[in-house]
């Protein structure tokens, strides 16, 4: 089981990508809440280079809110992230996490319906960039 869908990009630079990804993300009811900028984190950390790559975390309020409701501690679980990544050969990869595959460890039925939601909504992003 895949804990993630991912498309790679070809012949795009990773800015216009990551501005393609946040406004998908928008279209689809979420927002950037976090990010994490692992190639500064890394060098800053760890002085190793890494090429560009950033993780965001993704929320859409109306999910977050139905599933806290269900279960407090899933909060977690919780932004989705979306990875946008450059690869070694120049292209572009942008990952989501699968949230009804994370949540299914939950063992509520009534949380892994809402993530599979969420789940089409995260494959909708990609499929929009």
Do not use: W
């Not at 790679?8 to 009811?29: H, M, P, Q, Y």
């Amino acid at each position: 089981m895949n804990y993630y869908h991912s498309k790679i990009l070809k012949d795009k630079d990773f800015n216009t990508v990551r501005s393609e990804v946040e406004s998908a993300l928008k279209e689809e009811g979420f927002g950037v809440l976090t990010e994490i900028d692992f190639k500064a984190t890394m060098k800053i950390k760890l002085d190793k280079d890494y090429l560009p790559h950033v993780i965001l975390g993704a929320c859409n309020p109306t999910y977050a809110d139905k599933v806290v409701s269900i279960e407090p501690h899933i909060s977690t679980m919780l932004p989705c992230n979306v990875t946008i990544r450059e690869m070694e050969d120049g292209n572009i990869e942008v990952t989501a996490i699968d949230p009804a595959s994370a949540m299914a460890v939950v063992e509520n039925e009534e949380l892994v319906q809402h993530a599979k939601e969420v789940n089409n909504m995260l494959k909708n992003v990609l499929e929009a960039i």
